[in-house]
């Protein structure tokens, strides 16, 4: 497969998760606006629930940036750029879906609890993610490739 295929899907992978992130954090938004919360529960057990979300957040976040790293160091520098291209593609999905699921377990608690504090985490996610952008000049630097490689 040429460089410029798998790097487009390294793009739209990133851009698919964005938007399910983005349409489901507006429609959970717009849910609990509308209707309110989908069940009163006890404080202790929202500030639990809120508790175990900060922990996975605090832990999840430098646990896929730690592993992101560590992952793409050890691609073989003597392998093809499209074989370097796709070792980083499955690299950086994991790192994506670990951002994405902490995003979408605190719009659950958002739509179960209805509290400001799970948008909060939302967000901060939402711009961890955004900040996870593959761009040519990241992905270059990350696969430490020489200038030009990825001129397509």
């Known amino acids: ?13 990133y851009y698919v998760i964005l938007f399910g992130l ?19 529960i006890e404080p202790s057990m929202e500030r639990t629930i809120y508790t175990i979300l900060i922990i996975l957040v605090f832990v999840g976040i430098p646990v896929s940036y730690v592993f ?14 499209s074989d370097k291209l796709v070792k980083y593609r499955k690299i950086l999905f994991i790192k994506l879906v670990t951002l994405e ?27 961890v993610y955004l900040i996870s952008y593959p761009g040519k000049k990241n992905i ?12 397509f």
Not at 3 to 11: D, L, M
Not at 105 to 117: E, N
Request: a neutral charge.
């Open 68 to 81: 992101h790293k560590k992952s793409v160091a050890h691609i073989n520098p003597e392998f093809s750029l």
């Open 101 to 127: 699921g902490l995003a979408m377990f605190s719009l659950i608690g958002y739509i179960v609890a209805g509290t400001k504090p799970y948008i909060l985490m939302y967000i901060i996610l939402v711009v």
């Open 1 to 13: 497969m040429r460089p410029e295929t798998i790097f487009k899907q390294i793009q739209i992978l």
């Open 140 to 151: 270059s630097e990350e696969l430490r490739l020489d200038e030009g490689q990825m001129d």
């Open 22 to 40: 983005f349409v489901f954090g507006v429609a959970a938004y717009y849910f609990v606006f509308k209707t309110g919360n989908v069940m009163l």
